[in-house]
Antibody
Framework: EVQLVESGGGLVQPGTSLRLSCTAPGFTFDDYAMHWVRQAPGKGLEWVAGISYYSDVIGYADSVRGRFTISRDNAKTSLHLQMNSLRVEDTAFYYC??????WGQGTTVTVSS | DVQMTQSPSSLSASVGDRVTITCRASQGIRNNVGWYQHQPGKAPKRLIYAASTLQSGVPSRFSGSGSGTEFTLTIGSLQPEDFATYYCLQHNDYPYTFGQGTKLEIK
């Protein structure tokens, strides 16, 4: 069974940047789209960004468009989320998701001064 | 953007009860809806995809229906492990959107 492992979370100040990564040790992403989904404390699930296998179709939530960039390296079986101009409201638990079906265990991002 | 309005936001029920959760899309999205169960401390789990197809390994007491703008998730006979938060997701077009969630609690 494919396992997704997120990394790169942490505590940062508002206005700074952070880069999340997701890998699938021993597996490939196959030809599926990959996504990032987050859950802020006490809130529901929020889809953040998605990217097709060939990176030709990319989408973002309105709340992050222009600040976050999703990318993938299929040869390295890795997915990334470059998060710039971070805001307090970006504080959340971030999940990597394959085909909106297989979920990682998540990584925490805290934006606070 | 497609908005998904999910109701109710919370639901109190007993083991053995039948419950239904509804999502309404702000525009037609064919059958591009999934339903997810989220338990505290765990990753969400997809129960239903394509509005009505049961994910492999998911108990048959879970069922989904709908197309266009109205979608429902039904749990036929609640079991103790079913008490969790449930979300619909539309994946017809970017940006994908989740419903607000339904917290299912034990009465």
């Amino acid at each position: 069974e494919v396992q997704l492992v997120e990394s790169g979370g942490g505590l940062v100040q508002p206005g700074t940047s952070l880069r999340l990564s997701c890998t699938a040790p021993g597996f490939t992403f196959d030809d599926y789209a990959m996504h990032w989904v987050r859950q802020a404390p006490g809130k529901g699930l929020e889809w953040v960004a998605g990217i097709s296998y060939y990176s030709d179709v990319i989408g973002y939530a309105d709340s992050v468009r222009g600040r976050f960039t999703i990318s993938r390296d299929n040869a390295k079986t890795s997915l990334h989320l470059q998060m710039n101009s971070l805001r307090v409201e970006d504080t959340a638990f971030y999940y990597c998701v394959k085909d909106m079906y297989v979920w990682g265990q998540g990584t925490t991002v805290t934006v606070s001064s | 953007d497609v908005q998904m309005t999910q109701s109710p936001s919370s639901l109190s029920a007993s083991v053995g009860d039948r419950v239904t959760i509804t999502c309404r899309a702000s525009q037609g999205i064919r059958n591009n809806v999934g339903w997810y169960q989220h338990q505290p401390g765990k990753a969400p789990k997809r129960l239903i995809y394509a509005a009505s197809t049961l994910q492999s390994g998911v108990p048959s007491r879970f069922s989904g229906s709908g197309s266009g703008t109205e979608f429902t998730l039904t749990i036929g006979s609640l079991q103790p492990e079913d008490f969790a938060t449930y979300y619909c997701l539309q994946h017809n077009d970017y940006p994908y959107t989740f419903g607000q969630g339904t917290k299912l609690e034990i009465k």
